[in-house]
């Protein structure tokens, strides 16, 4: 075959991928870039007005409230569900009895659909009927107000966060599963402890797949909208759940002004890009790609 | 041969995917011959939906030339926007008085003059508040579906238990909390069992306490006014509970309330004595608890200010024709059909609400089952009477105002901060809007 | 050394155990929610286990709200939601296939560059995007249909591409070369020799966009305004607030009834589903 038809019969394939990169992708980014520089709403032309949208956001109190809670809420759920997705799975690559239904079980929270999810916790965490505070009770602990104390109202979040790790565990099972059993074995004759061989052989070998959760991770907790729209309208208590994706929503399709929702989603987008280029920079000397089929 | 059963499974999900493609037309029906079909767009769901049904089949058997659908639609004002940004907006929506300053800003709103200037429909023929509040820039943008006025509901029987006189409600503001602390329960491990009066109950209308203690949100210019000293009195005011009951006892008694249209509706249940309400409140109230002791009465003012006697919030359920609806003059045949006597009477007394016509029929009065109808209809006419806002940013300002008032009840800002951040947060953002308006009127002005 | 073992295998099972109480208990709250008497559902202390087993529960949460409408709104979200569904894990699968078995085992110009700009576009949050898609349905005149819920599904994604090529890439060339050499056409290789091996993948990547479709809540409260084009996560909210009055009863039995097909589903693929993902070497 010519060079020109494999070139062809590739690019047939490829098709529907060129189609939606440039329709569904790319269109779409270049226009959030104009339209950050426009007063813009649905129903008006978009009209340019420079650094504008940029310059009245810097300004802006609510945005950096909902920068900061969207901040705090990364900084403790990301490791606290990653830490709880490694140990578990962990846990279930230790080849006890049972594993399928833990596996099952672990993986079950995930598969609820957010909105029940909400709804769900919304119930657990009721203040005076909630059946946590009831349980805490019990044990002789008065529990807070979880969804109207502004101080409890993230941790809560936190906690229904790390009740759905069932994803990232399944992806640390599989990379687990990949490591050799060989290499375990030789760190074992050389008489290393649980915790030597987990540190300098389990960790490195799976580094690639902690890397590759850590920036699914950020790019998920930045996002986070669905639950704490559902749970806490208009972030309240005290804005204290009010996080950046809520209040691009509410700016693009409560108060109608697309071009400043569009300026935001670009700064989202920066944030997260220097994020992940941080962490492929600083797990760069620490990720060892080992065997086949890397990326 | 061989090459054709290679593209039959393609071609057979495209040929499914064309006859998908095709058959979806959730929105775009097409015209069957007959009456003009015009859709209506509205939020109210169970027996004020019912109440309106009635109305749309009344108007439907009237006449043969136009046929209304009515869809329910929840979030309507937001759904109505993004419909009729995409060109496909119902004929008819019922929004609510709030939006529609936002809705004529945007663009969103056909202008109802001509209309009304043939249909002989004028200022006249409504209560003022309820006129004004479908009014804005000059022009006439709405008609009411149904108005409400707002009062203080009080349970009768929880006064007499407290030793108080169940036909002497509170007059002034100094009353009522006086009132309230003598009414509060706190069961042995110190929490609140009831409460007499909670400014967050039901938290429908955290913005307007100002305008109980005479003051205003903004100068209807270009001010906001947030932070004026009558709104910091009232904000004091709605505090002070808090300060007396405890901020966190305060929130996780509320959290045991059951929702609004339910039994364990707080004033339903007994839990909270006195409530701000609103005139549909009768009919919630024979729903779900018909043994309920209660009455109703002008919400109290300041004893230093009597001048603000028979202050009430007045709100409307309003129709629009969005910009860009296919059928406009029908639509507004419809819109004229609710706004007649009798259409209005009939929605209004099926939803328990007053009318905002000046002209009410005897038979209204004879009817209506709610036993203070009278007080409410009489609100409506009071010089009081004040309506939301008429401002093109009110969702962010009412969001801002929202956020103050949790921030107070929690105790994390006094009324001055809260409100002078309210006031800081929101002048720029009105400087900015005018700004823009301004900009576009320019840039579309004819040349 | 035996005896350490065995207490090492004790307390990883303990742990374990209690793990999983922690993270059934409130699957099982949900559960017993549903199944309650409405007056039970707020008692102190709370009611464990219902005094009565209300299963009409679930009778009235689907028929929830019928008699106002018309129409059975639980019947019409589900049905709505499985037409998506089907939609979109059909243009999942099928163009993600195509595409990934370009990228994977297909030599073409321009192809390291575009798989490069590919991976990035994983890192576009869904809010930036949110603005514009919404104009350029606008302008395609789609608001209100289902149009821009699935449409898209058959232009590829991002990630199942990504994954998908993963595990095209383990596939010996070799298979692809002798099946040529016996005449075969670029497609049927595709479809007779690739395909085939890659049931696990495939079925990873349905799961997943089975699993995003039933659970979507932004893009149906965006793009849908009819009630009767609302989906079951939608709807769900319905639930809730449409009379104020949350039954939570009835809002639990639904959200069961939600959840359940899920769980099924994943009880019925859960042994290829987590072979496809070791096999694709996530990493």
Known sequence: ?295 | MNRLADFALPGFFLAVLATVWASERVVREDQPPGPVRITYWEKWTGFEGDAMRKVVDDFNKSQDRIFVQLLTVSNVQNKTMLATSAGIPPDVAGIFSANVAQFVDDRAVTPLDDFCREAGIGPEDYKPVYWNAVTYRGHVWALPSTPATTALHYNTAMMRRVGLDPGRPPRTIEELSEMADRMVQKGPDGRIRVAGFLPAEPGWWNWAWGYFFGGKLWDGNDRITANSPENVRAFEWVQSFPKKYGPNEVQTFRSGFGNFSSPQNAFMSEKVAMVLQGVWMYNFISMYNPKLEWAAAPFPHPADRPDLARTTIAEADVLIIPRGAKHPREAFEFIRYVNSRKGMETLCLLQRKNSPLTDVSEEFWRRHPNPHIRLFDSLAASPNAVGVPKLGIWAEYSAELNNAFEEIGLLRKTPKEALDAVTERMQPKLDQYLKRLRLREQAEAPR | ?283
């Open chain 1, 1 to 295: 075959m010519s060079k020109r038809k494999h070139n062809l019969v590739g690019y047939l394939f490829a098709l529907p991928w060129f189609i939606g990169f440039s329709v569904f992708l790319a269109y779409p980014l270049a226009a959030s870039i104009y339209f950050s520089f426009c007063d813009y709403s649905v129903l008006k032309k978009p009209v340019f007005i420079g650094l504008d949208n940029y310059r009245e956001l810097f300004a802006d109190e609510v945005f950096w409230i909902t920068v900061k809670n969207t901040a705090i809420y990364a900084a403790i759920s990301l490791p606290a569900g990653m830490v709880m997705a490694l140990g578990l799975a962990m846990l279930l690559n230790a080849k006890v009895p049972g594993t399928t239904f833990f596996r099952t079980v672990f993986f079950l929270p995930s598969l609820v659909p957010m909105v029940s999810l909400a709804v769900l916790w919304l119930w657990i965490l009721n203040g005076e009927h909630g059946i946590l505070n009831e349980v805490l009770r019990m044990v002789g602990i008065q529990g807070p107000n979880w969804l109207g104390d502004p101080a409890w109202s993230k941790p809560a979040l936190v906690v229904l966060g790390v009740w759905g790790v069932g994803n990232a565990v399944l992806i640390y099972l599989a990379g687990l599963q990949d490591v050799p059993t060989s290499l375990v074995e030789a760190a074992e004759l050389d008489g290393a402890s649980p915790w030597q061989k987990t540190r300098h052989v389990t960790i490195p070998m799976i580094s690639p797949v902690i890397l590759f959760n850590l920036i699914m991770g950020i790019i998920g907790t930045l996002q986070v909208f669905t639950v704490p729209y559902v749970m806490f309208p208009g972030g309240s208590p005290a804005r204290s759940t009010y996080f950046y994706a809520m209040y691009l929503f509410d700016n693009a399709f409560l108060y109608n002004k697309m071009g400043y929702a569009s300026a935001m989603g670009w700064i989202m987008f920066l944030a997260i890009f220097a994020l992940t280029m941080l962490s492929l920079k600083l797990t760069e000397k620490h990720v060892h790609y080992g065997g086949g089929g890397t990326a």
């Open chain 3, 1 to 283: 050394m035996k005896r350490r073992n065995l207490l090492a295998v004790l307390s990883i099972e303990a742990v374990l155990v209690a793990m999983s109480v922690l993270f059934l208990f409130p699957l099982l709250w949900l559960v017993s929610t549903a199944l309650k008497p409405i007056e039970e559902t707020m008692r102190i202390p709370p009611v464990w286990i219902p005094s009565k087993l209300m299963w009409s529960n679930f009778a009235d949460a689907m028929t929830y709200g019928a008699d106002k409408l018309g129409y059975i709104p639980f019947l019409v979200y589900a049905r709505n939601t499985l037409i998506l569904c089907v939609l979109v894990v059909a243009g999942t699968v099928a163009s993600n296939t195509l595409v990934a078995y370009s990228f994977a085992r297909l030599k073409w110009k321009g192809r390291d560059a575009m798989f490069a700009a590919t991976l990035a576009t994983m890192m576009v949050p869904f809010p930036v995007l949110m603005v514009p898609t919404f104009a350029l349905f606008r302008q395609l005149e789609w608001i209100g249909t289902f149009r821009p819920l699935w449409v898209p599904a058959w232009f590829g994604s991002a990630f199942s591409i990504f994954l998908l090529r993963q595990f095209f890439r383990t596939i010996p060339f070799e298979l692809s070369e002798a099946a040529k050499i016996d005449g075969a056409s670029e497609w049927r290789v595709f479809r007779d020799v690739v395909l085939p091996l890659c049931k696990p993948a495939i079925a990873v990547v349905a799961l997943f966009s089975f699993m995003g479709t039933w659970n979507d809540f932004l893009g149906p409260l965006i793009y849908l305004l009819d009630q009767k084009t609302f989906t079951l996560a939608l709807g769900l909210q319905f639930y809730q607030s449409q009379h104020g009055g949350t039954q939570w009863n009835l809002l639990m039995a639904a959200s069961t009834i939600v959840v359940a097909p899920v769980i099924v589903l994943f009880f019925f693929t859960q042994r290829l589903f987590i072979q496809g993902i070791a096999l694709t070497g996530l990493k």
